[in-house]
């Protein structure tokens, strides 16, 4: 239990949002000429003030950077093998681009896009099957709110055996299935745990 509260404790260290100024309301640029009035409009000294428009959150544009690991529990089999409870664990890096429903965007256990698309690569250090280590693997993911689905391909140089991945998620679960040519099929749920770092800025 231990082991597991400071594993945690270093993967969460650094976890936030930093916004940046760009579109920022409240920010101008003094030597960009004003915008002209809307037509019909009298800006004179004197003239009676416009209508006042209520503001709106314009959204936001967001970049996220996670890393960490990951752990899940399912069944495997290869060819002619019957199924057989499996575990499996591992690293992953990814890295996001998206938009936001807000301006400053604020989350700290899970940063969630509007919408979004970015790249996984990872390592399975520990599976069912095969007679070494697991593989290595890419994916292109597309993101949406809490939901994600990646799709790449796994490849092992040490059992010379790859094949499809897809990863199908929602905020720190998955439900992954991992097909090895000639080597077996898997399927697994499991947690990440994974800090990041995250950009944002207003649209």
Known sequence: MRRALVVASVALVGCGITHLDTNAPGIANIRERPADPPPGTRSYPGAAPHAAEPPEDPGGHMIVASYGGFAGVGGAG????????SYVAGAEVSIAKGTTRHARPDA?????????????????????LGRTIGPLYAEAELRRDLFSLAAGWVWNPLDKTHGPQVTFGLGPMFLRFTH????????????????????????
């Open 78 to 85: 290869g060819p002619g093998d019957p199924a057989k409870v």
């Open 108 to 128: 700290f256990f899970w940063p969630t896009m509007e919408s979004g698309f970015g790249a996984n690569l990872g390592f399975t250090a520990a599976r069912p």
């Open 180 to 203: 090895e040519l000639d080597l077996g099929t898997q399927l697994h749920v499991g947690f990440w745990l994974k800090g990041y770092s995250a950009w944002a800025w207003s649209r």
